[in-house]
């Protein structure tokens, strides 16, 4: 391993697809697959990692690149501080105190460790199993933050559509069967759905501090000719999905507000489905 060079060479893993290319293929069967290996070899990381944090913390002072990690409460709560000051105290009152509330969704109860960045293209579906290659920012975050992951889906990513359904449920079902192992009271559906629902709270503030400056110009979220949908679409379909969470009364004011005072002006079309599942 070169320290002055972030590469780190493990073996030869050939020409396996990822999971961004059976989504973005016309196979349901291989992309469904390749989203239940996806989940579950998360869910596996997570437990086989359960016991090792003071390893990634030795590792992250010694290899330090300057880096942010995702797991720093900071990081959470710069992005509130961002939205709080698009929307406005005054317009919605009591959302600092919800984002407050809601902080890490859960990962200082339920952390687990996840390469940070478990984006469709940086994996590849080898026959040997999933094989995750990008751990820029790995880290330890709350479980939640990464099963809401299977249900947004892909909090963080350009590759991005809709999910059918049953197809995300049961991906989101694979990634907390493994999961439990370490946190037993993940099997309260009533804890598990408080959760996720905090964790889609957290990534929708996130992606409205990193894209909204992006929307002046509108265009694809990914630089190649790949199916992307555009920076608008992304976050208008984000703030529908997040206007829903009415156990955040402040939080879903904030959404549809921007969906009526930003959004509004937007001639975009709703984010389609995969093109694996139909693209409908």
Same mark, same amino acid.
């Given at each position: 391993?070169?320290?002055?060079?972030?590469?780190?060479?493990?073996?030869?893993?050939?020409?396996?697809?990822?999971?961004?290319?059976?989504?973005?293929?016309?196979?349901?069967?291989?992309?469904?697959?390749?989203?239940?290996?996806?989940?579950?070899?998360?869910?596996?990381?997570?437990?086989?990692?359960?016991?090792?944090?003071?390893?990634?913390?030795?590792?992250?002072?010694?290899?330090?690149?300057?880096?942010?990690?995702?797991?720093?409460?900071?990081?959470?709560?710069?992005?509130? &501080?961002?939205?709080? !000051?698009?929307?406005?105290? *005054?317009? #919605?009152? /009591?959302?600092?105190?919800? =984002? @407050?509330?809601? +902080?890490?969704?859960?990962?200082?109860?339920?952390?687990?460790?996840?390469?940070?960045?478990?984006?469709?293209?940086?994996?590849?579906?080898?026959?040997?199993?999933?094989?995750?290659?990008?751990?820029?920012?790995?880290?330890?975050?709350?479980?939640?933050?990464?099963?809401?992951?299977?249900?947004?889906?892909?909090?963080?990513?350009?590759?991005?559509?809709?999910?059918?359904?049953?197809? &995300?449920?049961?991906? !989101?079902?694979?990634?907390? *069967?493994? #999961?439990? /192992?370490?946190?037993?009271? =993940? @099997?309260?559906? +009533?804890?598990?759905?408080?959760?996720?629902?905090?964790?889609?709270?957290?990534?929708?503030?996130?992606?409205?501090?990193?894209?909204?400056?992006?929307?002046?110009?509108?265009?694809?979220?990914?630089?190649?000719?790949?199916?992307?949908?555009?920076?608008?679409?992304?976050?208008?379909?984000?703030?529908?999905?997040?206007?829903?969470?009415?156990?955040?009364?402040?939080?879903?004011?904030?959404?549809?507000?921007?969906?009526?005072?930003?959004?509004?002006?937007?001639?975009?079309?709703?984010?389609?489905?995969?093109?694996?599942?139909?693209?409908?």
């Amino acid at each position: 391993m070169d320290t002055e060079v972030p590469l780190l060479v493990m073996e030869d893993l050939g020409e396996a697809p990822s999971l961004a290319d059976v989504l973005l293929g016309d196979d349901p069967r291989a992309a469904e697959d390749g989203l239940l290996v996806w989940a579950r070899g998360l869910g596996r990381l997570a437990v086989e990692a359960a016991d090792r944090r003071g390893e990634l913390r030795e590792l992250w002072a010694r290899f330090d690149k300057g880096v942010a990690s995702w797991e720093d409460e900071p990081w959470v709560a710069r992005n509130a &501080a961002e939205l709080l !000051e698009l929307v406005g105290g *005054a317009a #919605v009152p /009591g959302l600092g105190e919800e =984002l @407050a509330w809601v +902080g890490t969704a859960g990962g200082e109860e339920y952390s687990v460790f996840t390469p940070g960045d478990t984006c469709p293209d940086n994996n590849l579906l080898t026959t040997d199993g999933l094989r995750l290659i990008d751990f820029e920012t790995a880290c330890y975050q709350s479980a939640f933050l990464v099963a809401a992951y299977c249900r947004m889906p892909f909090s963080t990513c350009w590759c991005v559509f809709r999910l059918p359904a049953g197809v &995300a449920a049961r991906v !989101e079902a694979a990634y907390r *069967a493994e #999961v439990v /192992g370490v946190y037993p009271a =993940l @099997a309260d559906d +009533g804890v598990w759905e408080a959760g996720v629902r905090q964790a889609i709270v957290v990534w929708t503030v996130a992606a409205t501090a990193f894209l909204l400056p992006r929307t002046v110009e509108d265009g694809p979220l990914h630089p190649t000719r790949r199916p992307a949908p555009s920076r608008r679409q992304l976050l208008k379909h984000r703030w529908e999905k997040a206007s829903e969470l009415e156990e955040f009364p402040a939080f879903a004011a904030a959404m549809r507000w921007l969906l009526r005072e930003v959004a509004g002006g937007w001639d975009v079309a709703p984010l389609a489905g995969y093109p694996a599942f139909g693209g409908d």
